[in-house]
């Protein structure tokens, strides 16, 4: 058996529409959404929308942890475009969404990032694309649970929920052979980008789970320049499964 996993697609459709190849089944950890690509400041919906310069100056904000200005800016951006953001942004998510639906392979398990949206999702899933969230399913024999979205941060994207909310799916899962989530477990060396030179937000209740539990493997995504994409802890292995939308490449499990 051979499942392929991947997260952080961000508008990556091309090399998603492959990346199921040679496996039995595609899982997918979330952030199919591009808003700003960090690496190509031209790309996403927020440039398509304001412009390169304007994309560059709120990741300049944005890295320098300047939030406030950070909204500000775009606050104003919206005011002089003369447009409802929440009406523009949904249109532009369905259609990167539609572009994305339609490459997953069959089947295809797949749970929420923070950037995603949802409450859009069953719109666009096809037959043969399982949406998990607080929830497990049996893939060749081994039980995976699937936790979706993050937890509350400055950056406010679409899918932050609560410490509570979140620990309370982590729970509703139970016992698992895989626990899949987006984000990672609250440990340093798995939550700190070296690129962005920050501790991105794991979860303690991951990290709970994976010491009462003992999961065979603990899958993640979200930080895409990690310190260390791989650590065990105790009787379970702890993989990023990657930065999709940068490598091109799904992270392989076999038994």
Request: charged letters at 25%.
């Amino acid at each position: 058996m051979r499942v392929n996993v991947v997260s952080d697609v961000h508008g990556n459709a091309k090399d998603l529409a492959i990346a199921g190849d040679g496996a039995d089944a595609l899982i997918c950890l979330g952030d199919l959404v591009l808003f700003l690509d960090y690496a190509d400041h031209s790309r996403g919906i927020f440039p398509d929308l304001f412009g390169v310069e304007n994309a560059d100056r709120i990741v300049e904000l944005r890295s320098a942890r300047r939030f406030d200005e950070a909204r500000e800016f775009g606050r104003g951006l919206w005011a002089e475009l003369g447009i409802d953001k929440e009406t523009a942004i949904e249109a532009a998510v369905r259609r990167q969404y539609a572009e994305l639906f339609a490459a997953f392979p069959t089947p295809t398990y797949a749970t929420y990032g923070n950037v995603d949206m949802p409450a859009l999702w069953h719109e666009y899933a096809r037959p043969g694309t399982t949406v998990l969230d607080g929830e497990r399913v049996e893939i060749g024999g081994r039980v995976f649970g699937f936790v979706g979205g993050g937890l509350r941060t400055p950056m406010r994207t679409p899918y932050e929920i609560s410490d509570e909310e979140y620990a309370a799916k982590v729970e509703a899962i139970g016992e698992v052979d895989v626990l899949c989530s987006h984000i990672p477990p609250d440990v340093p060396e798995l939550t700190y980008d070296t690129v962005a030179r920050r501790f991105e937000r794991g979860s303690r209740a991951l990290l709970d789970a994976i010491r009462r539990t003992r999961p065979r493997y603990s899958l993640f995504g979200h930080v895409h320049q990690p310190l260390v994409r791989r650590m065990r802890l105790g009787a379970t292995e702890c993989v990023n499964v990657g930065h999709f939308a940068a490598r091109g490449r799904p992270w392989s499990l076999s038994w």
